[in-house]
């Protein structure tokens, strides 16, 4: 079975910083995309970051410079590094795996861009 759980959320202030990680199940393969996407109350799920096979990764322009995606495939774990963060980034952030459509369009449809996701980790960022 394909799981994917999320932990590493909580409340912080603007400025600080938040350790996500998501471990998956054996399941997913090393050679399948994944990625972070967000969801803000009243706001569709958006893309966050994405990482390729081959360690390339991808950031919304509102995260370059401040958060960073890894992954330790030894250790089955998916990770998103959020530097600065602020209020604006508060959201639940979910991690999902096998991206099923071409690069260019994983943050166009998120719940269409990859098959399967984890049930989120709650971020809230006061001011």
């Known amino acids: 079975q394909v799981q994917l759980v999320e932990s590493g959320g909580g409340s912080v202030q603007a400025g600080g910083s938040l350790r996500l990680s998501c471990v998956y199940s054996?399941?997913?393969?090393?050679?399948?995309?994944m990625g972070w996407f967000r969801q803000a109350p009243g706001k569709e799920r958006e893309g966050v970051a994405t990482?390729?096979?081959?360690?390339?990764?991808k950031y919304t322009d509102s995260v370059k410079g401040r958060f960073t995606i890894s992954r330790d495939n030894a250790k089955n774990t998916l990770y998103l590094l959020m530097n600065s963060l602020k209020p604006e980034d508060t959201a639940t952030y979910y991690c999902?795996?096998?991206?099923?459509?071409?690069?260019?369009?994983?943050?166009?449809?998120?719940?269409?861009?990859?098959?399967?996701w984890g049930q989120g980790t709650q971020v809230s960022v006061s001011s």
């Open positions: 999902a795996a096998r991206q099923l459509v071409p690069s260019q369009r994983v943050f166009q449809d998120p719940l269409k861009a990859f098959r399967h």
């Open positions: 054996k399941t997913i393969l090393d050679w399948d995309n």
């Open positions: 990482i390729d096979t081959d360690g390339s990764t």
